[in-house]
């Protein structure tokens, strides 16, 4: 499969603390995207890590790439119970003309 | 700035009937993107548009999918006939650069197959 994928599959929090997602993939990437779904919303885009890039901040949200290990993570901190979302991680793969989804976190904050 | 439309929200349907969606992305984005997202599952690609030419349909069944964009602008996509499996929700998305950018999405048909 060209897809990604996310671990843990499910998450549960409470809110305040902090929420980490790791996402692996396959092949070689020019960036690396992490979008959020609410439940029965469409997605939404929230940060785009380049390959040559090995960490970016937006807001409460960090990410990470290493494209040694064809891994990144998500770290959202301070939850807040409006983050409960699946969040998904879409590579953009060298030679390829579409984003690769992976198969999402489900993230439940917990009030 | 008006996001991605798409129509209807919902549709239930019997096997081997027909359905269509309607996407209008968002104004000045060149390039569109169907994607079937089944329950559970991350969306999959099934076509790209840039402008009104298809760039990737590899994974469109096109046995019975198709989709077209005729003037450059709105899309439509169309099931016929549908069996069980192609109950999903299909989400219609725009950017303004392809495949390296942003992708914006609209909230999505959702399609339920009897």
């Known amino acids: 499969s060209q897809q990604g994928e996310e671990d843990p599959q499910a998450l549960s929090i409470q809110e305040g603390e902090n929420a980490t997602m790791n996402c692996s993939y396959k092949?070689?990437?020019?960036?690396l995207q992490w979008y959020r779904q609410n439940s029965g919303r469409g997605l939404v885009h929230l940060i785009l890590?380049?390959?040559?890039?090995r960490e970016k901040h937006s807001g409460r949200l960090r990410v990470t790439l290493d494209t040694s290990k064809k891994s990144s993570s998500l770290l959202i901190t301070a939850s807040r119970a409006a983050d409960t979302a699946s969040y998904f991680c879409a590579t953009d793969q060298t030679g390829a003309n579409n984003l690769f989804f992976g198969t999402g976190t489900r993230l439940t904050v917990i009030p | 700035e008006a996001g991605v439309a798409q129509s209807p929200r919902y549709k239930i349907i019997e096997k081997r009937q027909s359905v269509a969606f309607w996407c209008n992305p968002i104004?000045?984005?060149?390039?569109l993107y169907w994607y079937q997202q089944i329950l559970g599952q991350g969306p999959k690609l099934l076509i790209q548009?840039?402008?009104?030419?298809?760039?990737?349909d590899s994974q469109l069944p096109k046995d019975r999918f198709s989709a077209e964009r005729l003037k450059g602008v709105d899309s439509t996509l169309k099931i016929q006939p549908a069996k069980l499996e192609d109950s999903a929700v299909y989400l219609c998305?725009?950017?303004?650069?392809?495949?390296?950018?942003?992708?914006?999405f609209g909230e999505g048909s959702r399609l339920t197959v009897l």
């Open positions: 104004s000045g984005h060149a390039t």
């Open positions: 092949t070689s990437i020019n960036n």
């Open positions: 548009f840039q402008n009104n030419g298809v760039v990737d």
């Open positions: 998305a725009s950017s303004l650069v392809r495949s390296t950018g942003e992708l914006f």
């Open positions: 890590i380049r390959s040559n890039e």
